[in-house]
């Protein structure tokens, strides 16, 4: 027999400690494995009561090392967790639980959680040996009646030899029988008599018990038939039975509960309140469903209410339960009944039939459409609520005809009596008049009257009109607009042509700035391969000079001074490329706010510290992802943290006989679904004229030989390719702070990009 052991595999031995450690208080042995080898080879020797698998081990996967234990070793039925960090989807999750799993932990591991999910399966393992030991003993008590039966067998051979021998002493009498055989005729009549009253009697109990037999055969072929037509029907209705035993909390279904709740009647799934409402139910239902059934078992009175599951498939069901309870002697509830329906068909329906009622109230609440039934015989109007909600009538909802004609002109009136009077007498069965209305604030309302004859007397007299007033009021009213436009159309001309020559001139100078940039770019392809030539021959010149000893500073000095002119002109024109976009297209992929920036200030930290500058960076935000170009957005960095160098530097320069600490902070944090990157510096500042124009191209606060003015322009160009915004707060002579928005990706846009292993998606 077994004793409580569990295997533990996970290819980190700090894992493997932890759980260890978190699972020490229980009373039983525990055997360790980084590597499945070992933990295949640990499984073959022993039966465990647990198996804890990391998904992500060296050679294979955790699902395949469940595999070829369950088929290569006697833990053919333990129960499996499964843990990992990275396969945490629902499609791995459930590749886990095809491959045996019980349950899926996540990393971090809750200790709390998780040794609680550790003691139900130790207990479940106790409960199992028991059971065990309980077969054990069934089988020894069924040996022994074997051994006991094989006594009644020898028995009975010994009695039917002593039998025989009783029979042979029998025979030998006979013949001393035969002498008082005489004396038994008499007898033996009088018998034959009885025996022959006994035997009619028996065959009217015979013929009177195959009655009841094929009465009782008749019922039972009936009762299977019925049975088979009552599962029939649940399986149409999709409703089936239950029964839930509350001395030992367990819970038999039918088969059609199992096709509801998406569960094979033979599987491994434990019928039983907590996991039900713990694995089943829907977690918005759980709390009332817990607190309806914490007081079953002191409810005598039928019940009936409805809940939401979630099925293995992750299909969500609408469940409609009625249940009662059955008491012992003593009125204590024992046991109790239900059904179960699933309803998801009808409230579907319900809700599709309550979309269409609201999708046709907002259609006759959109289109002021009011709906009327005339009773001609005695002169009613039925109008709809719509009557009073769109024109304030505040008249009861049915009116006589002669009160609706008070509120109509008398022309308008004269027009609808003669339509309506031709459908009455039956000259035609439809109408459509337009009228005017006199609503009660003062105002005139234009409508359309669309009636039809719904019902005729047998001569032919219409009884029933029924149609709809529709306001056309707004298109009366644009019609007198039309007309008031077309007396202004002259000077509407006038104004739309000043309009077209505006947005020519807008579109003139949009050609001019393409314009601008493909001449940028070619100037700059022009440009580079002269330079390029240029930089050649001065490195030829210096290496020659060197050579033929005609090296002296002068020249060195010259060719060192061409040289920086060289790489100055090289960078214009790789800013010019950049603003006049000669670049090919570049995906727009997750970015990591905080790795960038980190990577960022790693290639300037050294530079920042021998320059005697303080870099302080803030990573307030955890981790985030927005959408764009990681090497773009370093560029961006790169330009900001460039120009606050400048700034301090200068400002240092400046004060060189104060005590002046230069410093450059980098801040992160998310705010409204928003990522935020702030620079500040307590460099020289910007002008106010300058702030209006920072971020226009070639416009610079720096010397002509240092600066280019596109650094700034080409940030705001890489900031709004991203969907990002850029400000600037600056006083003059104190700071500077640019503060960069981005739209933060959440879980559900970052799905499509697990491909590119982004390290939200990669944690073990």
């Not at 052991?5 to 229980?26: F, H, N, R």
């Not at 090392?65 to 499996?80: F, G, K, Q, V």
């Not at 339509?419 to 459509?432: L, Q, S």
């Not at 990706?745 to 073990?764: A, F, H, I, R, V």
């Amino acid at each position: 027999m077994a004793s409580n052991k569990i295997l533990i595999v996970d290819d980190e031995q700090a894992t493997c400690d932890l759980i260890k450690g978190i699972l020490e208080d229980y009373n039983l042995k525990m055997f360790l494995a980084n590597l499945p080898e070992e933990a295949m080879q640990l499984a073959n020797n022993e039966e465990y009561a647990l198996l804890i698998l990391d998904v992500n081990l060296p050679d294979m996967t955790g699902y395949e090392l469940a595999w070829h234990i369950r088929e290569n070793s006697a833990n053919t039925t333990t129960p499996i967790i499964f843990i990992s960090g990275f396969y945490n989807d629902p499609k791995s999750i459930m590749r886990g639980y095809m491959h045996g799993a019980v349950d899926f932990v996540t990393k971090p591991i809750d200790e709390i959680i998780f040794k609680s999910k550790v003691g139900v399966f130790l207990q479940l393992f106790e409960q199992k040996q028991k059971i065990r030991e309980q077969n054990d003993e069934l089988q020894e008590r069924y040996a022994e009646l074997l051994k006991k039966d094989q006594l009644l067998k020898e028995a009975n051979l010994t009695l039917e030899s002593e039998v025989e021998e009783k029979t042979s002493d029998l025979n030998a009498k006979i013949e001393e029988l035969k002498k008082a055989r005489e004396e038994l005729i008499s007898i033996k009549n009088h018998l034959a008599e009885r025996v022959e009253k006994r035997t009619e009697q028996l065959a009217l109990a015979n013929t009177k018990l195959k009655k009841e037999i094929n009465f009782h055969q008749l019922t039972k072929e009936k009762l299977l038939k019925s049975e088979s037509e009552l599962k029939r029907a649940q399986e149409i209705a999709k409703i089936g039975n239950w029964r839930w035993n509350l001395k030992d909390d367990s819970i038999s279904w039918s088969d059609t509960m199992y096709s509801i709740y998406g569960l094979e009647k033979n599987g491994k799934y434990r019928l039983n309140l907590n996991t039900l409402l713990n694995d089943m139910v829907h977690p918005e239902d759980r709390k009332i469903l817990k607190n309806l059934w914490a007081t079953a078992k002191g409810a005598q009175k039928t019940r009936d209410f409805e809940f939401r599951i979630i099925t293995p498939k992750g299909e969500v069901k609408h469940i409609h339960a009625i249940s009662y309870t059955d008491t012992d002697e003593d009125g204590k509830p024992v046991t109790r009944y239900g059904t179960t329906q699933d309803i998801t068909e009808q409230k579907k329906a319900q809700l599709e039939l309550k979309t269409k009622k609201e999708q046709l109230k907002l259609a006759v609440d959109a289109s002021r459409i009011v709906v009327y039934d005339y009773y001609v015989k005695d002169g009613t109007v039925h109008l709809s609520e719509e009557i009073k909600k769109l024109y304030g009538f505040s008249a009861p909802k049915t009116l006589t005809a002669e009160k609706v004609k008070r509120f109509l002109f008398d022309d308008d009136l004269a027009v609808m009596q003669k339509d309506i009077n031709k459908c009455i007498e039956g000259e035609k069965n439809e109408f459509e008049v337009e009228f005017r209305l006199k609503i009660v604030n003062g105002k005139i309302r234009y409508f359309i009257n669309r009636g039809k004859v719904l019902e005729r007397s047998e001569n032919g007299r219409a009884l029933k009109i029924s149609g709809t007033f529709v306001d056309i009021t707004r298109l009366r009213e644009a019609e007198n607009q039309l007309k008031e436009i077309n007396a202004n159309l002259e000077q509407r001309v006038q104004n739309e042509i000043k309009k077209r020559e505006q947005q020519q001139q807008l579109v003139l100078q949009k050609s001019k700035l393409e314009s601008l940039g493909e001449l940028a770019a070619g100037i700059a392809h022009e440009i580079s391969h002269p330079l390029s030539v240029i930089s050649l021959s001065v490195d030829n010149i210096l290496r020659k000079a060197g050579k033929n000893g005609t090296y002296d500073q002068y020249m060195t000095n010259k060719c060192h001074g061409i040289q920086k002119s060289i790489n100055k002109i090289s960078e214009i024109i790789k800013q010019i490329r950049i603003f006049s976009r000669d670049q090919k297209a570049e995906e727009l992929l997750p970015v990591d706010i905080n790795r960038v920036i980190q990577n960022a200030v790693l290639l300037v930290q050294t530079q920042f510290n021998n320059h005697n500058i303080a870099l302080d960076i803030d990573l307030g935000l955890s981790q985030g992802y927005i959408l764009g170009n990681e090497n773009k957005l370093e560029q961006v960095l790169f330009n900001l943290l460039s120009n606050s160098k400048y700034a301090v530097e200068e400002k240092n320069n400046q004060l060189e006989s104060v005590n002046y600490q230069m410093k450059i902070e980098i801040s992160t944090y998310q705010k409204n679904n928003y990522i935020y990157i702030g620079f500040w510096d307590n460099g020289v500042g910007i002008t106010e004229e300058g702030k209006k124009r920072i971020f226009d191209p070639f416009y610079t606060t720096k010397d002509k030989e240092i600066g280019t003015g596109l650094g700034l322009s080409v940030v705001y160009g890489i900031i709004k390719e991203m969907n990002g915004t850029i400000k600037v707060e600056s006083k003059e002579g104190k700071y500077t702070f640019f503060s960069i928005k981005f739209p933060q990706m959440n879980d559900e846009q970052l799905k499509p990009y697990k491909k590119y292993n982004l390290s939200y998606n990669n944690k073990k």
